[in-house]
């Protein structure tokens, strides 16, 4: 991230007790202060990376949450978001993916079970005010049809053409089979490159599941219309691939 983010109050306050609290390592920079009799206003430069969480599950439709939270413990006072002077930018760099150049802010309320090493609330809960500034991303439908869908239906048609060779010919709808088989295996590997390593079963994988279904259950039926062939029942394996032709 790489904003800029202000603390404006009315009395006493230390603007050190304001933190970013899905901060994973940052670096604020001084840009100024400000004084209006009794209010005053701090401005920082703010660059580093963030935390977050990014399900998975709908890969590839899933749609994340990119945050800026901010925590003030309540006994500093209440912590409220500036809406009239925040905005974004109208574009920033995150490539491949749709979203509005808006935020939307989310305020609410935590307790940690700790006094967090304080001596005034010794052995009691910390109450912390939160205030997140959150920005809603989506894939493109076009990206996962093109990335995805496409290639895994080519994978797919071509298997289906076993159906069209003679069972005869066991040696060719198998090659056919089997290459597709492995095609679906590649093609699964090449997509879990450019995902994080979770530990469970996200859309794509269960589309792959699919695909794998298929494509076995087309090399069993290749090798069942070879059998019918051998036993010369042919109006049997004509109807076994015309079936799972349609059925496909």
């Not at 206003?41 to 963030?50: D, F, K």
């Not at 006094?115 to 500034?133: C, H, Y």
């Not at 298929?214 to 691939?241: F, P």
Request: charged share 20%; net charge neutral.
């Amino acid at each position: 991230a790489d904003f800029e983010l202000w603390a404006k109050w009315l009395g006493d306050f230390d603007p050190a007790t304001l933190s970013i609290a899905n901060a994973a390592s940052v670096e604020r920079v001084l840009l100024g202060e400000e004084r209006d009799g009794e209010w005053q206003s701090i401005r920082w430069r703010v660059r580093g990376t963030l935390r977050g969480e990014f399900p998975v599950h709908r890969f590839p439709f899933d749609q994340q949450t990119l945050a800026v939270v901010l925590e003030l413990p309540e006994r500093f006072g209440e912590l409220v978001p500036d809406l009239a002077g925040s905005g974004m930018r109208e574009r920033f760099s995150v490539t491949g993916w749709l979203y509005e150049p808006s935020f939307a802010p989310r305020s609410h309320r935590d307790v940690y079970r700790s006094d967090l090493g304080g001596i005034a609330g010794e052995g009691r809960p910390t109450t912390v005010n939160r205030t997140a500034f959150e920005v809603t991303l989506r894939r493109p439908l076009v990206m996962a049809a093109t990335k995805l869908f496409l290639p895994l239906l080519v994978i797919l048609l071509v298997a289906a053409v076993a159906l069209f060779v003679h069972p005869r010919a066991l040696e060719v709808r198998a090659a056919v089979g089997v290459t597709a088989l492995l095609a679906c295996f590649a093609f699964q590997f090449a997509v879990a490159d450019s995902m994080p390593s979770v530990a469970y079963v996200t859309l794509a994988d269960i589309l792959f599941l699919v695909a794998y279904a298929l494509t076995a259950l087309l090399l069993c039926v290749s090798v069942g219309a070879y059998a019918l062939h051998a036993r010369e029942r042919h109006t049997a394996w004509r109807r076994l691939d015309t079936g799972t032709l349609t059925a496909f």
